[in-house]
């Protein structure tokens, strides 16, 4: 595995709005409004899944991380994504403070971490919320080059300590980390090749015990490979996830769906197995994948979607793998790329009356998921109405939209409903607009407007505002 840093270049072709586009007209019915909605081309970007890119919290700032893209050719012109809002991060623990491409390759003498190495990775964590992003989190003790024979990881009783004093640091900064990788043990925290032979069913339980006593509680966890889940899932904690790290990238996914050697012959799966169990637990809790190797033979146009959807891909790190990857599947970029994560967009909206001062109005809309995700965040859903300027009436209540909109399943409709009341004083000059605010449920982040959940329509999110704008009408 190698190392590339996303860096902020914005000097290419198609950026992402940044505010909302044209509005959906809306239609005069018998005693009411209509309108109907047409999926984004470009869909605004959510911290909430979807593509991500490489980061460094060591050394890039909240300003570098707020602003990172990624270039890709698409038809013979180059495209950018961005500013992306999920990035992925390897934070180094040997030294501490390392970029992830630069931690040290040999730990002849391993120790647990410092006061201070943890004050360090504090630091790290503190610019994620400034940014307004999130994070897939791995801690790592080494990252060698694909050519580089050695990568030393640290005995257990080290991984086990360092996990119980990492927990108070992974709690505080829970609501940024989008999923955390298991990480720690072997080449790239990727939980093969340990120096320190961890690579045993003791070791690995002992790991995964750990982890889901320690961090479980607060993040999403990552298993590198399903049929440790299979075989070593602690039973009494949450659910783990999956991370592919050579996603589509040979015939096995780099043995991603094959057993491994130190679970056999206690444990004994077929790959078939594995692949049922990773569809089935890719339905339930997220499954995140890299690029890495060229494999043509998935990564084309014709078999790479139905790949991301069979296995529910809920996030993708755009800034690995072979150029040859991204060079053989440009005709249908960025098409393929936009269905990663969950991708919740109205079909239609519609209210009893019109939208009158000391009204009551019965709105009811329609959500679909183009994504290949759930939605993994559980965002309340309000519907607002906001003034000219795009800003809630102080004078109006938020209505409450009775939906958990992590139960909108990939290719799903869904109905939903809400009772807003029009103020009886408006103001007298300016266009009002019905909208949805779906603010991230953590009480930090759901003042916070860059972490409410935008729709994937066109002209209906404003990044600006981080509102869903369902149409304007005249008071």
């Known amino acids: 595995m190698s190392w590339k840093v996303c860096i902020c270049t914005l000097a290419i072709s198609m950026m992402l709005p940044l505010a909302v586009a044209a509005q959906p007209s809306p239609s005069l019915i018998a005693g009411g409004i209509s309108v109907t909605y047409q999926r984004a081309m470009v869909p605004a970007l959510n911290p909430d899944g979807g593509l991500g890119v490489n980061a460094d919290l060591a050394h890039q700032t909240s300003a570098q991380l707020a602003n990172l893209t990624e270039t890709y050719p698409s038809n013979g012109v180059n495209y950018t994504y961005g500013p992306v809002r999920l990035l992925h991060t390897y934070i180094c623990l040997n030294p501490v403070g390392a970029a992830p491409g630069k931690c040290s390759n040999t730990n002849p003498n391993p120790t647990v971490l410092s006061l201070s ?28 080059n694909e050519n580089e024979s050695t990568g030393d990881d640290a005995p257990l009783d080290v991984i086990l300590q360092d996990i119980n004093l990492l927990s108070p ?22 939980e093969h090749n340990s120096t320190y032979g961890n690579n045993t069913i ?42 592919d790290d050579r996603l589509a990238g040979d015939a096995t996914d780099a043995d991603t769906w094959k057993n491994k050697d130190y679970l056999e012959p206690t444990y004994d799966y077929s790959e078939s197995a594995i692949r049922a169990f990773g569809q089935s637990r890719s339905a339930v809790r997220p499954f995140t994948g890299i690029f890495g190797t060229y494999y043509p033979t998935l990564q084309n146009c014709q078999d790479l979607p139905a790949y991301f959807a069979q296995v529910h891909l809920a996030a993708l790190n755009i800034s690995e793998g072979d ?37 009551i109005v019965h709105l009811t809309f329609v959500l679909t998921n183009y994504g290949d995700s759930s939605l993994y965040v559980k965002h309340p859903i309000y519907a607002v109405v906001l003034d000219s300027h795009g800003n809630p009436l102080p004078s109006a209540s938020a209505a409450p939209v009775a ?35 779906m603010p991230d449920p953590d009480p930090k982040l759901g003042v916070d407007h860059r972490y409410n959940y935008l729709l994937n329509n066109e002209g209906v ?5 981080g509102y869903n704008v369902l149409f304007s009408f005249n008071p």
């Open 117 to 144: 190495d943890l004050a360090a990775i504090d630091q790290q964590l503190s610019k994620v919320q400034p940014a307004g992003v999130k994070v897939i989190l791995r801690f790592t003790y080494n990252f060698p």
């Open 323 to 359: 150029n040859q990857i991204y060079t053989n599947i440009q005709d249908c970029v960025p098409s393929v790329f936009y269905t990663v994560g969950p991708q919740i967009s109205l079909l239609s909206a519609t209210t009893d009356a019109p939208p009158r001062a000391g009204s």
């Open 403 to 437: 939906l958990d909109i992590t139960q909108i399943q990939p290719g799903s409709k869904v109905n939903a409903s809400a009772t807003v009341a029009i103020p009886l004083l408006l103001p007298s000059s300016g266009k009002l607009s019905l909208a949805l605010w």
């Open 169 to 190: 640091l992974v709690k505080k900064y829970s609501n940024v980390i989008y999923a955390m990788e298991v990480g720690f043990v072997g080449y790239w925290g990727e």
């Open 202 to 243: 003791s070791n690995m339980s002992a790991v995964l015990q750990a982890e889901a006593k320690e961090f479980g509680p607060y993040v999403t966890l990552l298993e590198r490979d399903p049929v440790v889940l299979m075989a070593l899932e602690p039973p009494s904690g949450p659910l783990f996830g999956v991370h």
């Open 461 to 465: 999110p404003n990044t600006a505002t």
